[in-house]
């Protein structure tokens, strides 16, 4: 199957990494307006590069929408009316399937999805909403199953997949970024190069603080808290520098951002 990715940005790049790690059958086709992403990708992975637009289309079969959520609205239109029925997947923060349908209109079948950058390395988590079925008859129905099963097993090649509902999916959006991690850990390595360590060593040491407990807490049958227990003994440093971290509002921090990535995906939905 042809799968056209529409915008040849970094969650684009990303995923032709999985896709090639995974052996993929899939032909894949990127359309962009910048002919130098596009040369860089075709070298960098061998993909077919298709600089029309309308052109992509046609050969979808498998359409990918991956481009910056104010964009989607302007490429939409410059695609115009489908001629014929397309499977679609929106990889734009924030902006709903009822906009979609609205700028697109039938017959493209809709679905969202928010592949995490490290599906680069197949270790990533992406998740799916699906319209509500609104099959009338057997054959439509049969359609809504194979385009569930078709999109499920493609994002799988790329790590896990989680479905869930559209009312929940901007708050998963803020929530699973790889950003948080990537933000801990350099906070933590310059906190941890102001108390002495070389910068070597200070990242060493904080990559290995958060992912060995997160991956300790992922494999393990161990809840959370008695992780917490566990590793922050009463009275010793580790307790002492969390109780420090949550007095100078760490938690508080979080929430905020939490807040204003819920917002910024918010306005996205008034695309």
Known sequence: MNVVFLGGGRITSAMLAGLQLAKTKHRLVVHDRNPAKLRQLKKTYAIVVEPDLKKAVRQAGLLLIAVR??????????????NRPLL?????????????????????????????????????????????????TPSQNSQEKKDRKFVRDFFASLGQVLEIPESKFDAFTVTYSCSHGYHALAALAECAQEAGLDRETALLASAHALADGIIAWREGSDSLDSL?????????IAATAASAMDAAGYRRAVRNGVAAGLRRARANSRV
Do not use: K, N, Q, Y
């Open 228 to 236: 917490l227990e566990e590793a922050a003994t009463p009275g010793g």
């Open 69 to 82: 959520p104010d964009s989607v609205e302007e490429l939409l239109r410059a695609i115009g009316p489908a």
């Open 88 to 136: 679609a997947v929106s990889l734009a923060a924030g902006v709903p399937l009822r906009v979609l349908r609205r700028i697109a209109g039938a017959p493209v079948r809709w679905v969202r999805a928010m592949p995490s950058p490290v599906c680069r390395s197949r270790g990533g988590l992406t998740a799916l909403t699906f319209p509500r079925s609104s099959s009338r």
